[in-house]
């Protein structure tokens, strides 16, 4: 189930963004702030809390939830502080893929709530943040505007309703929104979003151009991991090997617990033909962060290794991951619909694409649509949907395969011979399963 880089709001589907990052400042306008990519909550005095949050560690984030902890026992009714402390349980979620976190930080937002019941742009923001991890970008949208009706200045509330709008298939206004996030605050996380919008329109130079400013110019070691890794993924888009490796060793020499750039390594390996170390790789990152994207990419794997048997053991941790993320409210429709498409039920897909789209519109959402469509053999409706993904020009060589296969299947030769060529022609090593399909369907045109 190979995708392209995951917009960023999805933080519990391993994004590899910092995403609380965007909400560096907590509130836009709010006094006291700090470095780039820090919350500075604030004290009921007005003062600046003697602790900063940088989210972009999981070291440094876990020494600042026990700050909090420690100083919401003496300061229980700091309002801020608890919606702070409700961000930072949502990267915890982020970055464990552990979706335990989410209660908690429902409840300390809603904490801060209690304590705050009007104006609390905090809250509202904490809420947004948590919205997008568990998928349901309406609420997302919703509370990110309460942000903004409060502080139209907020600069983390236009990225937090950027990604929202991004998910809703509202992708002008998205745009919109990231450029007045730069505009009010320019930041790692504005320039983030700006890359992807970019990225997202198939203006790779632009994207690419966009991050290698924002690393000349960062100084934090999970800054630069970041970067490197984003960097990295857009190498891999286009197939450029040598360039994806060298962005991900160097995103493991700054940060060398990052499993993003792991998992980039071990797609790099795979199309290198070093199975061996491709697979190594997708272990120690389906154990580190075991979600529906790293087990199927391990199962993909081990299957075109002639490894039947624990190809369908990861294929069955595809499932209970995804079962999980529900249990705690997460929507998992999306990554359900690809994954039940290619290693499972094809009824199971349609129902799953179906509600995706319907929850979040967006070009990855038409993508599945289209593709759990065709697997069910309604291919002249799939064509709309596989269409609608690739309204923006993404450079998605998954878009373009899915969208080759459904016209080769209605009989559309030039059309189906244009899209297979250019999913090889972007990155010729886009999928263990998928790439060589294209290859022998192009081949047999």
């Given at each position: ?312 053991d990861q294929y069955g941790l595809a499932r209970i991951a995804a079962d999980v993320q529900r249990a705690a409210g997460v929507a998992v429709d999306l990554e359900i619909a ?90 010729p090593h886009f999928s263990p399963l998928h790439a060589p399909l294209a290859e022998r369907a192009l081949a047999s045109m």
């Amino acid at each position: 189930m190979p995708i392209l880089r995951k917009p960023l709001a999805m933080a519990s589907t391993a994004l590899g963004l910092a995403v609380l990052l965007l909400a560096a400042a907590l509130v836009g306008g709010m006094p006291g702030g700090t470095k780039q990519g820090s919350v500075a909550p604030q004290l009921a005095g007005g003062a600046t809390a003697p602790f900063a949050i940088d989210m972009a560690s999981a070291g440094s984030l876990s020494a600042t939830v026990a700050a909090l902890q420690e100083h919401l026992q003496t300061q229980p009714k700091d309002s801020r502080s608890w919606a702070t402390l409700g961000l930072a349980y949502v990267e915890q979620a982020r970055l464990s893929t552990d979706p335990a976190f989410y209660p908690k930080a429902e409840g300390a937002l809603q904490e801060s709530l209690a304590l705050e019941p009007d104006n609390n742009d905090a809250a509202a923001l904490g809420l947004s943040s948590l919205a997008s991890g568990r998928h349901d970008f309406a609420a997302a949208e919703r509370y990110a505007r309460q942000v903004l009706a409060i502080n139209p200045d907020s600069a983390a509330g236009y990225g937090a309703l950027s990604d929202a709008l991004t998910e809703l298939g509202r992708s002008s206004e998205a745009l919109s929104a990231a450029r007045t996030m730069d505009r009010l605050r320019p930041s790692l996380p504005s320039v983030a979003r700006l890359s992807y919008q970019a990225e997202l329109r198939g203006d790779l130079d632009i994207a690419r151009r966009l991050l290698a400013e924002a690393l000349r110019q960062a100084q934090d070691p999970a800054d630069a991991a970041f970067l490197e890794h984003q960097l990295g993924d857009l190498a891999w888009l286009t197939g450029r090997l040598g360039t994806a490796d060298t962005h991900y060793r160097a995103a493991l020499a700054a940060d060398p617990g990052q499993v993003a750039a792991l998992f980039g390594r071990s797609r790099v390996a795979a199309a290198r033909g070093d199975l061996a170390t491709a697979l190594g790789l997708a272990d120690t990152v389906a154990q580190r962060r075991p979600t529906v994207e790293h087990a199927v990419w391990y199962g993909e794997l081990l299957d075109s290794a002639g490894r039947a048997k624990p190809a369908a053991d990861q294929y069955g941790l595809a499932r209970i991951a995804a079962d999980v993320q529900r249990a705690a409210g997460v929507a998992v429709d999306l990554e359900i619909a690809l994954y039940e498409a290619d290693h499972g039920d094809p009824t199971k897909a349609l129902a799953a694409a179906r509600a995706a789209y319907q929850q979040r519109p967006s070009v990855f959402a038409a993508d599945a649509y289209a593709w759990a469509l065709h697997v069910n053999g309604q291919d002249r409706k799939a064509l709309g949907y596989a269409k609608k993904a690739a309204k923006l020009g993404t450079a998605s060589s998954l878009f373009a395969y899915h969208k080759g296969v459904i016209e080769r299947s209605l009989g559309m030769a030039d059309a189906a011979r244009r899209d297979l060529a250019r999913a090889l022609k972007l990155n010729p090593h886009f999928s263990p399963l998928h790439a060589p399909l294209a290859e022998r369907a192009l081949a047999s045109m």
